[in-house]
């Protein structure tokens, strides 16, 4: 069975880093894209980035590229997502996600149950 | 990047009705698209990938079509568990980008 299991709720302040986690079983880590989407409070969903943990390879939007970093460990199944100075706009719901195939085109076929990160002072 | 536009943002609906959202690319993508579901505090699910292809343990009443710039999500038969926020994605180039949702409602 497939699954991804995020690391638990965080309360941060600004200013602070933080490196969240999602650990994968049930498949092949290396072989599949994994991707990572924001929710904010009451609003849409919002694609970061990706990474193929083969090799690294990763793709970031724009919207967050040098905001955040990506990445993942082939020896542990576990992709990351980290802040070095969080903001409270960070304030957010944090998804990972399988991508479907063994291209990064056919959507998010298996879902992490979120993390809820809540930034304040 | 490509900007994908939903529409409507809600609808309001009845069980029974058949539902169908729009979802349009700002260039074109090829059949790159899919289609998740969302309910309240849960994370997405996955409906529809590659535009028209369901994915396994969806049932049946949903569908969707279309290619290149304009596509569609339909619910032929909408159930009480279908009420819920609808997303489409385009993948055929990066960054990978979501539209806006629609809420389905009573």
């Known amino acids: 069975e497939v699954q991804l299991v995020q690391s638990g709720a965080e309360v941060k302040k600004p200013g602070e880093s933080l490196k969240i986690s999602c650990k994968i079983s049930g498949y092949n880590f290396s072989r599949y894209w994994i991707g990572w989407v924001r929710q904010l409070p009451g609003k849409g969903l919002e694609w970061m980035g990706i990474?193929?943990?083969?090799?690294?390879?990763?793709r970031y939007s724009p919207s967050f590229q040098g905001q955040i970093t990506i990445s993942a460990d082939k020896s542990i199944s576990t992709a990351y997502l980290q802040w070095s100075s969080l903001k409270a706009s960070d304030t957010a719901m944090y998804y990972c996600a399988r991508i479907k195939g063994l291209t990064a085109m056919l959507g998010l076929d298996y879902w992490g149950q979120g993390i809820l990160l809540t930034v304040s002072s | 990047d490509i900007q994908m536009t939903q529409s409507p943002s809600s609808v309001s609906a009845s069980v029974g009705d058949r539902v169908t959202i729009t979802c349009r690319a700002s260039q074109g993508i090829n059949d790159w698209l899919a289609w998740y579901q969302q309910k309240p505090g849960k994370a997405p699910k996955l409906l529809i990938y590659a535009a028209s292809s369901l994915q396994s343990g969806v049932p049946s009443r949903f569908s969707g079509s279309g290619s290149g710039t304009d596509f569609t999500l339909t619910i032929s038969s909408l159930q009480p568990e279908d009420f819920a926020t609808y997303y489409c994605q385009q993948s055929n180039s990066f960054p990978l980008t979501f539209g806006g949702g629609t809420k389905v409602e009573i």
């Open positions: 990474i193929y943990p083969d090799d690294s390879d990763t």
